[in-house]
């Protein structure tokens, strides 16, 4: 069973930045793990963010974040980041991570994923 707790959630302006942490545990292999990330606004559908490969070596994004947001993933600490840039009110939403097998390709289609963590709330203040 994987467990999933984001953190780093806030307030933020326009214009700034926040780091987004997602700690992944149980009876696993964290690398054999794709991660994502997804947001959720209010009234609107939950919509893909960001992706990265059990290793590391392959990123998607989603084209509204491109070039403001990272997400990178340290596996000795069975942890996933999205660092996140030049933030707009747009973004606010809560973020959840996910994880799936990682079974060699990408994946940004919710129904990829087999677990998912409870959200960390993120809202941008213009």
């Known amino acids: 069973q994987v467990q999933l707790a984001e953190s780093g959630g806030g307030l933020v302006q326009a214009g700034g930045s926040l780091r987004l942490s997602c700690a992944h545990s149980?009876?696993?292999?964290?690398?054999?793990?794709?991660m994502g990330w997804f947001r959720q606004a209010p009234g609107m559908e939950r919509e893909f963010v960001a992706t990265i490969s059990g290793t590391g070596a392959i990123t998607y994004y989603e084209d509204s974040v491109k070039g403001r947001f990272t997400i990178s993933r340290d596996n000795a600490k069975n942890t996933v980041y999205l660092q996140m840039n030049g933030l707009n009110p747009e973004d606010t939403a809560v973020y959840y991570c996910?994880?799936?097998?990682?079974?060699?390709?990408?994946?940004?289609?919710?129904?990829?994923?087999?677990?998912w963590g409870q959200g960390t709330q993120v809202t941008v203040s213009s």
């Open positions: 996910a994880a799936t097998i990682d079974a060699g390709s990408y994946y940004y289609l919710e129904y990829e994923y087999e677990y």
């Open positions: 149980g009876r696993t292999f964290f690398s054999g793990y794709a």
